[in-house]
């Protein structure tokens, strides 16, 4: 009878251990689930600023397939609302703070990327200015042309000023650091203020190549499509003052 009882009592303990388990599992599951049903997001890897800043995708031979492969788990962030696999309500700040860094994948083009042929309009615009680490990459390749927008170049090093007229236009957009911070904009309305800002500078300056260089990467939105290849994929509403 003790033998019994104690074969009794061990599949019971058994039975009860299976139970918590499957319960414990389920309730970890839960956690990993919206009410609607949307997978909830884990929080963004602690590399994905730097992997995905903008000198990054320049310069690392790999660096836009990495990016992309950190940012795949928030691709259900993007589709719109809509969408019944749109997961950004369920996750909105979590979408949030992957779109910080994952938005430079669509101002750097992965064929651009993979050449390291990238225009400074593309990385020193307002719509892409949003980081410490984008403002950091506009300066890195703006670097070598502080003279072209500079009234006393004496203190530069000789370097920088050995460009011609026709190089510093093409650098244009390097001006837009003169009206954003360090730490970067923090959305689309200092966006467009920027732009705004800088434009109205340049009329009280007489300085039209301000105005001009700040508005160079959305020249699309306000110019003829013949003077431009291929869509136009700017947030025209930034580039409002140019027009």
Known sequence: RVGKALFLCFWALAILGVSAGLFYRGEEEEKHIASNGIPLLPEPPINLESTCAPMNLLKSDNGYDDCLHLCEPAKCCELSAGNGNSCFEANHDVCLNYRSSCQHLDSIKASEAQKGDVTVAEVCNVETLVSKTAVD???????????????DAEDLPSSTCNVTSATCQDYGACQTLDFVPDEGLKNATDAALTVEVACEDAGATNEQGLCQG???PGRCCFLPSDYFDGECTRDCDAYEACS
């Open 137 to 151: 990459a506009c300066k890195g390749i703006c670097a070598d042309y502080q003279c072209c927008f500079e009234e």
């Open 214 to 216: 700040v508005c160079s």
